[in-house]
């Protein structure tokens, strides 16, 4: 089945992808966010941040570590959506800097309101606040083990004494320089490391390529909450099987040719193969509870991985994606020249097939 | 969306009447895959009416009659999937229904919607071909039978005339001896146009000669139809691997001699061959 082994038509090849890779904006510009941390007296917490989330997982990860830093059931915290008029402007969600920018701001406000409740813990207890803790919703003593006071009991309390429960956390990215002219510097922080290893199966009469096995591996620094990051990786390997196989946005005299997803094709769950995830947890001390990133990184190494893996498998590679039909067995893209045969049905008189597509639908 | 005028048939005679009196700008919704993606488009050809058929019960449904299969135009590629007349009669259509679209699509597209359509691409339409499929077309002046091979002209157009109704697909079981297949190449694995395909069917006699070959490529002429050329080189030779790829190189042949030498050629010259000769194959 590989490419040495025998001349079948179907011929199997393997692929590998690494990458390090800058966390956050680094000496891209600015980089800094707020997250603020509101205790209510019933002991409910409210959670907000200027860095946006659009599904990424971003507000359980920033409610995550505020629970961790107040030593909360998770069921406590609400987030509130971004909205800058009550939360400083954090920048954009981009960079993979959710989680180290966001969380660093959460861990600092809760970590305030968290000095403030153990304060009063102490006065209400006695006990001196080097000895107290906050573990599973109490205040607890780390001496005794004891439970002191629910921590509802301590909020109340802390209300009652006119303290305040609200931590506004700020982060600023460490330095980091870059002189343009002369490309260097310490752009970035800290790095993100990261592997992917693609298996594929090569029909090389027809040029159709399956991607029959995957593995990704992350460095994430420390993962927060590992379904989430397992997601990001499968997502990111999914997107990227797209932009190495299918994906292909042509334009055309000024106009974009695919403007559907009838010719914009991406994966569908009968592409993507099983994935296999490993998460590398290598401590970062520039994030919270030392996560960096894992957005952006799970997605750029699918395509070369796959393309390597088809190299692999024909010996032939493949500079364009993406690795369609035609580039696979002709090594080049094939254009068509005019329109769909669906969109030209009503002017049917010199038309053969070109490439077909239910009727109706636009190209 | 344009607006349109909606009607619901009960009855094939009421929706003749109505395919009559709208005239040009009525629409036939079956399954409706095609037709409201069709109605969101800005064109001024768009459809003005709506026919909605899918009320009329007597135009869904598979039946066996001593040796034909009839199968409605209503019934959907998920009912022809799970049917077993189709799977014993004519198991090539069902591994082309296999592959349209998706479940969504499958549950909703019928195969008569697939026919009128008339796209290059439609799945069913190579395997009906080979199977020596007929269709009736009603109107409210009558009715006739078309052979499925004579019914297209070209590429979205047949010679259904203006107030016929597609309300019944036939066609003769095929005999126990013989194997068929259907090979689709699509960009992905699902929901996934066809790029190229072939449907096939061989019957060979005791000895392992071929008595009966026939080859119906889809998405690569500009109608569909039996290779002819191909089909003479099969019968009365025993089948081998190279009598297959000499098969496959005379589509290839026939389909340029039709389409002559255009952009995609080069990609579909050597690639329909190849489906023809993996068609072969798998029907051996």
Sequence with gaps: MYRGASDGEKKRGVGLACSYRGVSLGAEGADAAETIVSVQTDGSVIVSSGVTDMGQGAQTQMSQIAAEVLGISMDRIQFLNTNTSRVADSGPTVASRGTIMGGSAAKNAAEKVRATLLDVGAEMTGVDLNDLDLEDNYLVSTKTHERMASFSELTAACFNKGRPMIGLGWHNSPPTSWHEEEGHGDAYFTFVYGANAAEVEVDTETGKTDVIDFASVHDVGKAINRGMVVGQMCGGVAMGLGYGLLEEFEIEDAIPKQLNFDGYLIPTSMDVPRIKTIIVENEDPMGPFGAKSVGEPTNELAAPAIVNAIANATGRRIYELPANLERVLLGHKLTRQGKRGSEQKNSIDAMVVDSCKIRGGKA | ?284
Excluded at chain 2, 8 to 23: D, I, K, N, R
Excluded at chain 2, 85 to 107: C, W
Aim: aromatic share 4%; with cysteine; charged share 20%.
């Design chain 2, 1 to 284: 969306m344009k607006p349109f005028e909606y009607y619901s048939p009960q009855s094939v005679a009421e929706a003749c009447a109505l395919l009559a009196q709208l005239g040009s700008g009525a629409k036939i919704l079956a399954g409706g895959t095609d037709v409201l993606v069709e109605l969101r488009k800005s064109a001024d050809d768009v459809a003005s009416s709506i026919i909605d058929i899918t009320g009329i019960s007597s135009l869904k449904g598979i039946e066996e009659s001593s040796n034909t299969i009839v199968i409605k135009p209503l019934t959907t590629h998920t009912e022809i999937l799970r049917s077993a007349l189709v799977g014993t009669y004519a198991p090539l259509l069902k591994t082309a229904v296999a592959g349209i679209g998706s479940p969504q699509i499958r549950n909703r597209g019928t195969i008569g919607g697939n026919i009128m359509n008339a796209a290059a691409c439609a799945d069913t339409v190579p395997p009906l071909i080979a199977l020596g499929a007929r269709i009736r077309l009603q109107s409210s002046t009558g009715d006739r039978t078309v052979a499925l091979s004579e019914f297209f002209t070209k590429p979205y157009i047949t010679v259904a005339q203006r107030g016929e109704l597609l309300v019944e697909i036939r066609f003769p079981k095929l005999p126990s001896d013989a194997r068929s297949s259907f090979m689709k190449l699509g960009r992905r694995n699902a929901l996934s146009i066809s790029r190229l395909s072939v449907a096939a069917i061989l019957t060979r006699d005791q000895s392992g000669v071929l008595t009966d070959a026939r080859i119906v490529p889809g998405a690569s002429l500009p109608t569909w139809h039996r290779v002819s050329e191909a089909e003479n080189l099969l019968i009365g030779h025993k089948p081998t691997r190279e009598l297959f790829v000499e098969a496959g190189k005379k589509v290839s042949d026939i389909m340029i001699s039709f389409t002559g030498r255009r952009w995609s050629t080069e990609y579909k010259e050597p690639v329909i061959a190849v489906l023809v000769r993996r068609a072969l194959e798998e029907c051996h």
